[in-house]
């Protein structure tokens, strides 16, 4: 079992910044990839950001350029550093730890105002 728990959600104004935290516990070994997705209300939970056991990142579109996925192996945390943010990122954002078993974290709350 891995436990995941989220912080770092707030609201900001457009242009702002939050970063966003996971720290995981439980059979930490396990995971092979963590990742960020988001759900907006009314809308399909989507993909974020990824970072694989080896270091390989990826981005959705919406971030590039924007997002930052890291990780501290030390702490068993993963970031998500959102800068300029705008108010369509807007969500519940969740992390997720893959690996032999899919895991997710409660959530936590970004809102963006304009």
């Known amino acids: 079992q891995v436990q995941l728990v989220e912080s770092g959600g707030g609201s900001v104004q457009a242009g702002g910044s939050l970063r966003l935290s996971c720290a995981a516990s439980?059979?930490?070994?396990?995971?092979?990839?963590w990742a960020w997705y988001r759900q907006a209300p009314g809308k399909q939970r989507e993909l974020v950001a990824s970072?694989?056991?080896?270091?390989?990142?990826y981005y959705a579109d919406f971030v590039k350029g924007r997002f930052t996925i890291s990780r501290d192996t030390a702490k068993n945390t993963v970031y998500l550093q959102m800068n300029s943010l705008k108010p369509e990122d807007t969500a519940v954002y969740y992390c997720r730890s893959l690996g032999g078993a899919d895991y997710w974290g409660q959530g936590t709350q970004v809102t963006v105002s304009s």
């Open positions: 439980g059979s930490i070994f396990s995971i092979s990839a």
């Open positions: 970072i694989y056991r080896g270091g390989n990142t």
